[in-house]
């Protein structure tokens, strides 16, 4: 018995033999309006052979949305609403569920009253950088098959190549079901076209900043060659109306988290919301009433190098730079963001239909003069390929997570990347990504997988077995081989920075690996103190052989496009298009018009 197409309202159906057939689909897909869905049958006799029957469908898809490629007799769950958290620079033990002992310094309680609700994953993977990582999950694929490069906006090829099909345009292009989608904070995946910005990678509205970062009082430029430049956008044009007004920068998201959730009707649209707060990236800067509860828990143990990316962020007493106080003055505040967005969630009754998923978007900087991030016990930080530097404080909560997976842990390894795959499994859609695969040359499809079985307690067994980081650097299963020089190799203590940290920088610390590489079993050595490669010479052929085979297919966006600026114009197009285009703020600079 199969159902072989459909085709615009009328359903093909052949049957072998003369019976009474029953469609029963007692779980309609409404938003939250469950209350509103009738289970309901059709019934038909057939009283010939084998034939053909077409039937209109039209009820049918009036009360429930299906996949127009196969159906099942299956209860089909309608998918959730979607809410992501993308850190910036988050380190492993700067939030309470990774600290096996509590510090009054670290209050993260929103975050971790949804860990003991949710699924704690202790072996996610995410990139050495940002770029990379945020172009990974916007598109799909691993960063070796979208970028592996910090690029600057102001350069074509940075973050996701053009004909790339974002996340949500994803979900809306396959989706039965309604998407209505929104991206608040950091951007950092490309801005050369309109394509590349969130609005043109499916996002309805967006408020955020292309750069790797800008200043959080004035929203000013601050990692570009654009001098002079502000960098704030909201969906397809300067925020002007918001920037360079002495308002920090995540209360301006803050507020328009509030408003994206206050104003979305779940009846109409499954909502998915991506929040990448600007926190915990450099320069360290946090309203002082927020640092005043922090200041004195570390006074006389601190450090002060932080003070050289920027100011903006003093004690309340006046006294020196405390950089470890600021850190988790500022944690602390992203956590009181997510605790405003979860509540009005449960407040409109969205909250047992949502899934969220918390992600750094790599390991916290361990460099003095950049940030205050501890990644305690793990080996390294950003920048390298050591856990410390790729093995991200995640997890998965909310509503919709079956009460069986709730309050576990999860050991498998996933990948960033996989968020894709699987919230389109979620939404029974295929995320084959046709746009890239018709792209010119072709571009790498789409490698996600779905993790859903496993987070979700149907499995034990990650359905993610390698890793590919670079062409040095690959994890199969329990096994990490390294090669070439790497750093930052040090570690950190449970208070990281101090007062003696100068004295002993972990950052400056490397470790050249021999040919054929170091060997870490990251399972049971996840802080990589022993390098096995010798007692397991196996191991390490088998690892070197799968890394030179993988790396054949690395590829970085190379793309260089059109520049829309006039003929002879000097510097990056980006600057002149700031400077003649957008008031001075940063904004795509290809395929544009002048006007």
Known sequence: RELHQIIGGVSLLTWPDAQRVTFGYPNCICGDCASQCKPFQLTMRITIGRVAVPVLVALFAAMVRVSSTTFSSAKLQAPPHVFFILVD???????????????????????????????????????????????????????????????????????????????????????????KAHQVGKWDAGMATP????????????????????????????????????????????????????????????????????????NEARLFLFYTPHVAHCPLQVPADKLAPYAHLTNGTDEGQCSSQGGGAVNPDGS???????YHAMVALMDENIANVTSLLQSKGMWDDTLVIFSSDNGGPIDL??????????????????????????????????????????????????????????YHVDPTDAAAAANVPPLPPVDSVDVWPLISGQTTTSPRTTVLLSDNAIIIGQYKLLQGSNSPAGWTGPHYPNASSKDSDPNH???????????????????????????????????????????????????????????????PCACWMAAHKYGMYMGPYQEVSLE
């Not at 020196?320 to 600021?326: E, F, G, P, S, V």
């Open 89 to 179: 620079d988050l380190g492993w033990a700067d939030v309470g569920f990774n600290r096996d002992v509590p510090t009054p310094e670290v209050h993260t309680p929103t975050l971790d009253r949804l860990v003991a609700s949710g699924v704690h994953l202790t072996r996610q993977y995410v990139h050495k950088v940002c770029t990379p990582t945020r172009s990974s999950v916007q598109s799909g694929r691993l960063p070796v098959h979208v970028t592996t490069g910090l690029a600057n906006p102001e350069e074509p090829n940075c973050g996701i190549p053009r004909n790339m099909t974002g996340f949500p345009e994803m979900l809306k292009k396959n989706s039965q079901v309604p998407v």
């Open 195 to 266: 394509k590349h910005t969130p609005h043109g990678r499916g996002y309805d509205t967006s408020l955020g900043y292309f750069e790797h970062k800008n200043d959080y009082w004035t929203q000013a430029s601050m990692q570009t060659k654009c001098k002079g430049t502000w960098d704030l956008w909201d969906t397809d044009k300067p925020a002007d109306d918001l920037a360079n007004k002495t308002v920090y920068e995540e209360f301006l998201f803050r507020d328009r988290l509030h408003h994206v959730v206050q104003e979305h009707d779940p």
């Open 320 to 326: 020196a730079w405390n950089c470890r106080a600021i």
């Open 369 to 426: 003069a950049e940030n205050a991030a501890n990644n305690y016990p793990h080996r390294g930080g950003k920048y390298s390929f050591f856990e410390g530097g790729v093995r991200a404080a995640a997890f998965v909560s909310g509503g919709f997570l079956p009460p069986a997976a709730r309050g576990t842990t999860v050991d498998g390894m996933v990948h960033i990347a996989d968020w894709y795959g699987t919230v389109a499994g979620l």
């Open 509 to 571: 610390a490397s470790l050249k690996c021999k040919d054929p590489g170091c060997l870490f079993d990251v399972v049971n050595d996840p802080t990589e103190h022993t390098d096995i490669a010798s007692l397991h010479p196996d191991v390490v052929a088998h690892l070197s052989a799968q890394l030179a085979e993988l790396s054949k297919g690395i590829y970085s966006n190379d793309e260089r496009g059109v520049d829309a600026c006039p003929p002879g114009t000097q510097g």
